[in-house]
């Protein structure tokens, strides 16, 4: 008869084997390799993507807080005057938009880096490659890479600089010495504009020496108007004045000029003309429309007093 002591051993062996146990025993191992390294690859995917999105929400809903605060603190600023030092302050209500999303479009950058960084590291460590030599090679290809990638490394310190001092923001209408066009986004290396026939720009930010921010502030509409060297510019003065004054009270102008037009006077003297300047100080982005309706303006006015339009001096 057998000793029941040996059986109850073999019996307790038997079910070891057969049994697995992750992390131990003989299926333990291949247990791991073949469902729990998948399996927590996959939760840490699925965790970096929820993180990011959930990140991402608090940008927009802090952004959209912000955004909420200022348009009340901006009822305080009322009439004409307020309104100019709000725009030329930046704490008008466009430009602060502007400058808050930008902020948010970096704040997005940042935290998918810094996630998915953290998710990659996560896997690596899961499939059991030694992270700590693979930071040294990191960092030793790094410095090597860093002595070739100057233009980027450039890219990026004029990028955080152009943030941190607020040089200009999404919607801004700049002037970079190439290209001019609306600022449609600003990342750490580049910089994505659209000019006037719509073409997108990239330019890098370490390649802009200097920066025109036409929507900072308030602009200037110009109107040149050449007449004949003949004409009386004292009645030609007067018709321009009358032509312009007091359109900055009307609905279409109201929100656009910042003061009446005026005649500047005389601004350049050829041999058969003479041209008189018309100036307006308007919001910023609203020049063009401002001018091309002053050309309207002087145009109807002359046109009324026989006073013809000449070309304009070489």
Not at 118 to 134: I, K, S
Not at 197 to 222: C, K, L, P
Request: glycine letters at 10%; one cysteine or more; hydrophobic letters at 45%.
């Amino acid at each position: 008869m057998a000793d029941p002591l040996h059986v109850m051993r073999v019996l307790h062996l038997a079910l070891a084997a057969v049994i697995p146990t992750a992390g131990t025993g003989r299926w333990g191992e291949p247990w791991d390799t073949l469902v729990g390294a998948p399996l927590n690859i996959l939760i840490t995917l699925v965790l970096a993507v929820l993180a990011r999105w959930l990140l991402h929400r608090l940008i927009d809903k802090a952004s959209r807080n912000t955004s909420s605060k200022h348009e009340a603190r901006m009822g305080l600023l009322q009439g004409r005057t307020g309104k100019l030092f709000a725009t030329a302050t930046g704490f008008g209500s466009e430009r602060h938009d502007a400058r808050l999303a930008t902020i948010a479009s970096l704040a997005k950058s940042a935290v998918t880096i810094v996630v998915f960084g953290t998710a990659l590291l996560t896997v690596l460590e899961v499939l059991g490659l030694p992270l700590a030599p693979l930071l040294a090679s990191a960092s030793v290809g790094g410095l090597a890479i860093g002595f070739g990638a100057q233009s980027l490394v450039r890219d990026f310190l004029s990028g955080i600089f152009m943030i941190a001092e607020d040089q200009y923001g999404v919607g801004d209408v700049i002037d970079t010495g190439n290209v001019v066009g609306t600022v449609e986004e600003v990342s750490l290396r580049i910089t994505q504009l659209r000019d006037s026939d719509g073409t997108v720009w990239y330019v890098r930010n370490g390649e802009i020496q200097r920066i025109g921010n036409r929507s900072q502030g308030y602009s200037v509409a110009i109107v040149d108007v050449p007449v004949g060297y003949t004409e009386n510019l004292t009645d030609v003065t007067a018709i321009l004045t009358e032509a312009v004054a007091g359109i900055d009270e009307l609905p279409e102008y109201a929100e656009r000029l910042v003061s009446e037009p005026t005649v500047a006077g005389i601004e350049a003297m050829g041999g058969s003309t003479v041209t008189l300047r018309v100036t307006a100080r308007c919001r910023a982005n609203v020049r063009d429309g401002v001018q091309r309706d002053l050309r309207a303006l002087v145009k109807t006015a002359l046109d009324a007093h026989g006073v013809p339009v000449q070309s304009p001096p070489a």
